[in-house]
């Protein structure tokens, strides 16, 4: 299994254009192939750290890949945030201390 690909990123919007081909070959040298096509959105970090606080979550861990190799600043763009639940939700998704 392969594959090839490209994509570009709108620098205002942040979000990021991928396209790909994955390849697979059998044992008698036969290829299948398909596309696969997608967007993601990327968000300064501060703005999910304010996400994370506004949903009730405490971050507990911030890492440069899966590896959990731990962020630092000026660190590659690409983060792993882990989180716990550290609140409530009210009925209007409004972080609340206290219980509903």
Known sequence: ???TGSGHTDAATG???ISQTFYTEDEAGRVESFEHAFY???YPREEWLAAFAACGFDVVGEYNSRETEYW???GEDFRVFE???SGKINKDNVYSEREL
Do not use: E, L, T
């Open 83 to 85: 989180a716990v639940k």
């Open 15 to 17: 979000r990021i254009y």
């Open 1 to 3: 299994m392969w594959k």
């Open 72 to 74: 630092q600043s000026g």
């Open 40 to 42: 993601m959105q990327c």
